[in-house]
């Protein structure tokens, strides 16, 4: 399965998260986890949504093995970020060192996405959706 559709269907299920959390923290009382809560939503469902879009129409990028590592990183980084930084925002810092690894992995990984678009997104590539004459 290509990059871009992998991203698009893990955003769609951050964007499950998100709501759901969003959700919970409303009917229980507690925002605690809002900063987790945007996050999740932001960096999960929006961004990774955008990469997918992006990676959907210019293939080149979407193929190469720039795009590869940014999934894997990307997807291994944001749940155990998410994992510490929910544990901080409720007082608990056993899995601090999470927030220490896992934020820096995930920058990491958005330099190979930027790597990638400067490298293999052209403006030529996106005329074919618009020049069917």
């Known amino acids: 399965m290509r990059v871009g559709v992998l991203f698009l269907k893990m955003a769609a299920l951050y964007f499950l998260i ?3 959390m969003g959700l919970t923290m409303e009917i229980i009382g507690d925002q605690r986890l809002g900063g987790a809560h945007a996050h999740i939503n932001l960096v999960g469902w929006a961004s990774m949504g955008l990469f997918g879009i992006i990676y959907v129409l210019f293939p080149r ?6 795009a590869k590592l940014h999934f894997w990183l990307y997807n291994i ?3 155990l970020f998410m994992l ?3 544990f901080v925002l409720l007082g608990n810092t056993s899995l ?3 927030l220490m690894i896992f934020p820096n992995v995930l920058v990491l990984s958005v ?3 930027v790597i990638n678009v400067f490298t293999n997104v052209k403006a030529a ?3 074919q959706y618009f020049n069917k004459g």
């Open 18 to 20: 998100g709501v759901g």
């Open 61 to 66: 990028a979407g193929e190469s093995v720039l």
């Open 77 to 79: 980084s944001l749940p």
């Open 84 to 86: 510490g930084l929910c």
């Open 96 to 98: 601090m060192f999470l």
């Open 111 to 113: 330099l190979l996405f």
């Open 125 to 127: 590539d996106v005329s």
